[in-house]
C-alpha cells in the first residue's frame, strides 16, 4: 500500500471540497485528528502496519462531508472503499480503515483498540486549552446548518455532551479527562448553574 498517496489524494480533495460553512468539520480538523491520532499511537505502543491503517482512518474520516452533510461517516467509507485499492490497500486493510471510521459516530462505538484511538482522537479537543475556540466552530457550523439557534442552545448541548462522552485510550483518560470534567463546570457556569438540576432524582 502508498499511504503517501492517498494522504496526497484525500488532503487535496478536502482542501478543494469542503465548503467554507464546514467550520468545524474542515481540512484543519482532518489534519487536527491525523496528528492527535499518531500521538495517542505512540504512548498506546502502535506500529507497523495498524499505524498506516490508522493514519489513513483518521484522514478519511470525515471526508463523506464531500459528498453529503448526513451520514458522512457510510459516505467516508464509500470514498474509502472506492479510492484506496487503487493505493495498494488490501480489502481487508480498507475494511479495518472502515471499522475505524464508522466507530466515530455519535454515540461513539469503538469496537477495537485503534477504533479506540480514532475516537479519542476525533474529540481530543474537549480536553484541551483550546477547548472554547473550537467548540465556537462548531457553534457557528451548527447554526448554518440550522441544528441550533441561540448560545444557550449550544452551552445546553455541551453540557449533555461532555457529560455521556468518555475516553478510551489510557493518554485521554489521564491527560483530557480532567481537563474536560474542568470545561464542563465552566460551561455549567456559563449558564448560570446545571441545566438539568432540576430534573435530577
Known amino acids: ?4 498517496a492517498a494522504e496526497q489524494y484525500i488532503l487535496g480533495r478536502l482542501r478543494t471540497g469542503l465548503p467554507a460553512h464546514r467550520s468545524y468539520h474542515s481540512y484543519d480538523h482532518t489534519l487536527d485528528v491525523y496528528r492527535t491520532a499518531i500521538l495517542i499511537a505512540a504512548a498506546e505502543g502502535v506500529e507497523g ?7 489513513t482512518a483518521a484522514l478519511f474520516h470525515d471526508a463523506g462531508f464531500l459528498v453529503s452533510d448526513t451520514e458522512h461517516e457510510l459516505h467516508g467509507c464509500g470514498i474509502a472503499r472506492e479510492s484506496l485499492p487503487g493505493f495498494g490497500y488490501t480489502p481487508e486493510q480498507v475494511e479495518r480503515i472502515c471499522v475505524m471510521i464508522m466507530a466515530t459516530k455519535i454515540p461513539q462505538e469503538p469496537v477495537n483498540a485503534l477504533s479506540h484511538i480514532l475516537c479519542d ?9 483550546d477547548f472554547f475556540p473550537i467548540g465556537a466552530m462548531l457553534f457557528e457550523e451548527m447554526k448554518h446548518y440550522g441544528t441550533l439557534r441561540t448560545e444557550r442552545e449550544w452551552n ?3 453540557v449533555r455532551f461532555l457529560r455521556k462522552h468518555h475516553y ?11 481537563v474536560k470534567r474542568k470545561h464542563l463546570a465552566e460551561v455549567i457556569d456559563l449558564l448560570g448553574g446545571d441545566p438539568d438540576a432540576g430534573t435530577a432524582g
Open 1 to 4: 500500500m502508498d499511504p503517501s
Open 49 to 55: 502496519e495498524d499505524l498506516e491503517l490508522l493514519k
Open 121 to 129: 482522537a476525533d474529540l481530543d479537543y474537549l480536553g484541551r486549552p
Open 156 to 158: 445546553e448541548l455541551q
Open 168 to 178: 478510551f485510550t489510557h493518554r485521554s483518560k489521564t491527560e483530557r479527562e480532567p
